[in-house]
């Protein structure tokens, strides 16, 4: 084995083919099909205008790889460095030195290696969308020495992005020797309005013990050209973005600039938000560890409301429109007799339903997430639609709501006295360090978006898929959001263990039928192939 930051090689692609076979030209948006060797699979590459000339600054235009192979065999690609800078030398890795890898057999990830999105098919199907699967490979595109990296955190916080941030760091130094890694603080717009920290892995040795971001966070402030203008100034190299939807956006924008600069600059996204709405990974990090702090609520609730003569615990969990931290934290707790996504408080709803369950239990816990019942509250509130500085709508307290119209029903309609009480527990699920599952998931995540960067990926988002984990590129986890299905499997389950009706009428499933269909359609859609979008008149080139 040669040793690791050895002699410049021939310039090699990706998957490990000679250069000049793999041929992309570096003025965009002229992108081409090219092809491998005759056996190879089809490679093409698709340009779509995806976003913004907006406030989020230059036009950004989205480039997805897309190989065809056998069996309606898809892989959506994600770009690499060499697709714009094709003589990019390679170096061995240095992990092949490295005494606590070198005794794993097949230790690097085959560069043909891919994950499929869908694992459940049956025998007629095609073998459908697949991504390239992360981790460490035989060659990587950066010296040592040469490497400055920089680590950004953007958004609201998330149980777990410190340790995030502390695995990238002694993920670069220990694995691969990096010792030149910048900590911008405050967000996106840390980049261009205030100094770097210079990190270490003893800066960060204690810091997954604590809740937040060491770095700090915002919403706004994206501003492409600006954040492009200092990476390069500061000659900065490897990019890596932690951060939600928003943030996986504007991670797109920074590298479409860098890229359209030609730039060495690898972009490396890693998602993070306690919603777990992110579209096509597993899971996000630090859910797991907010829907276990969310029982200490439902469980604050239930001695509440059990100590009372007509005890009522309301419980809002935050997590957006998508209601996975109050469904899942409904069904670990038990104690829950109501979980609400839809609010319907109209004859035969919600309040006569509670009515009745307080008859016959004495108490009850409700649990409701943030999103439910917004309609209803602008109704009756006349409320404008204030954003947030990033664009978020700013959601209205239903959980407030939802307390005085229970209290109304009850002192107006039936005249029973009702006791209750209402916890808001929303920053202090999210304000926690990580717990151990989520520590270990923060772990292999922050190495795999560095086995990447470091292999000379870019524009690409770190994900779980079906237990692999993988690149995706940014517009795939981007162009659409997870949320609850009042239609899956998932909802009956949680119907049944809080034994409680749907309160959803024929029109609510059709039309989250309908959604649904939609979103799956969009999810497991190929994207189109730069000649299949001319042929269906949707070419953007
Ligand atoms: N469409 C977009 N294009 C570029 N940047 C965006 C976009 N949407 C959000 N951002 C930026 O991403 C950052 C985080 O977004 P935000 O929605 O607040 O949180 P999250 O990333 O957790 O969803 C903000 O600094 C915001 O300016
Ligand atoms: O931190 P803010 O601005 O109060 O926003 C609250 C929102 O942030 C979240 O905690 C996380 O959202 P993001 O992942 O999009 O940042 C949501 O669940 C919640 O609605
Ligand atoms: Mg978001």
Redesign the pocket.
Known sequence: MSSGGGEPQEPQSPTGRRIRDFEFRNSLPRVRSASFSSAAPETVAKSSAA??TSR??SD?QATVKIVKGEFGYVLEDVPHLTDYLPDLPTYPNPLQDNPAYSVVKQYFVDDDDTVPKKVVVQKDNPRGLHFRRGGPRQKVYFQTDDVHACIVT???L?PGLNTVIREIVCGLSHMYGVNKISGIEG???GFYARNTIHLTPKSVNDIHKRGGTILGT?????D?CKIVDNIQDRGINQVYII????????A??IFEEIRRRGLKVAVAGIP??IDNDIAVIDKSFGFDTAVEEAQRAINAAHVEAGSVHNGIGIVKLMGRYSGFIAMYATLASRDVLLKLLLIDTGPGGLYEYMEKRLKENGHMVIVVAEGAGQDLIEESMKAMNHQ?????KLLLDVGLWLSQGIKNYFASSTKTEINLKYIDPTYMIRAIPSNASDNVYCTLLAHSAVHGAMAGYTGFTAGLVNGRHTYIPFERV?ETRNKVVITDRMWARLLSSTNQPSFLSSKDVEEANTAEVQVKQTEEQPKKTEDEEKVTGNGSI
């Open positions: 976003s913004s989020f600054g950004a953007c958004g609201g998330c967000g996106y717009r915002s919403r706004g402030g994206h492409t951060g939600g939807d928003g943030t996986q956006k504007g797109a924008a993070k938000t947030d500085a990033s664009g978020n981007t």
